[in-house]
């Protein structure tokens, strides 16, 4: 699918799938911020569930992670993330939001691909924000969010590991 088609996607989402996307490409990133893979769990609960109780969900995703620690640079995209999350479940909100994620997330993967722009690594994140939004958009039996989280575990994973790679390298 081409960028216009993810814009096209996004366009028609609804806020379920604008507040999954966005969690989703947040996700994806998370290990660039803090190693603990179930920290966004209570949103994505959250957002499963319709957004009932998105605000309340939120504020534990923001005492579970805490505040910015010193200055990794690298860090600084994802934690625009975790800081752009609204904490109203609103079409417009969540929509400007995923989008600021989506692009983000790119951004981090280009960091951690040695090819860059074009690269496997950022290949991966837009085919994922692909994959994710068709998922949402089918969300055949209501497993779209499932669908979602698996996509992103997969992709912290690649990241994770491109990540230790390039610190590895950086050392020897």
């Known amino acids: 699918m081409t960028s216009s ?3 096209e996607l996004t366009a028609t989402a609804d806020e379920r799938t604008l507040a999954v996307s966005g ?6 990133c998370l290990p660039v911020l803090v190693d603990d893979a179930d920290a966004l769990r ?5 957002a499963a569930a319709g957004g009932g109780t998105w605000a309340e969900r939120l504020a534990e995703v923001r005492a579970a992670i805490g505040e910015p620690g010193p200055g990794d640079a690298s860090a600084a995209p994802v934690r625009r993330m975790l800081d752009g999350i609204p904490d109203d479940w609103a079409s417009e909100s969540l929509a400007a939001w ?6 983000l ?3 981090v993967h280009r960091a951690a691909d040695p090819l860059g722009d074009g690269g496997p690594l950022v290949d991966g994140e837009r085919l994922r924000q692909t994959q994710t939004l068709d998922a949402l958009a089918r969300d055949e039996g209501g497993m779209g969010p499932r669908v979602a989280l ?5 992709g912290r994973r690649v990241l994770r590991a491109a990540l230790s790679r390039k610190a590895r390298a950086a050392g020897a």
């Open 5 to 7: 088609s993810l814009s």
């Open 23 to 28: 969690l989703a490409c947040l996700e994806r």
């Open 42 to 46: 209570p949103l994505w609960a959250a």
């Open 98 to 103: 995923a989008a600021l994620c989506a692009g």
């Open 105 to 107: 997330a790119v951004d």
């Open 150 to 154: 698996d996509l992103s575990t997969e």
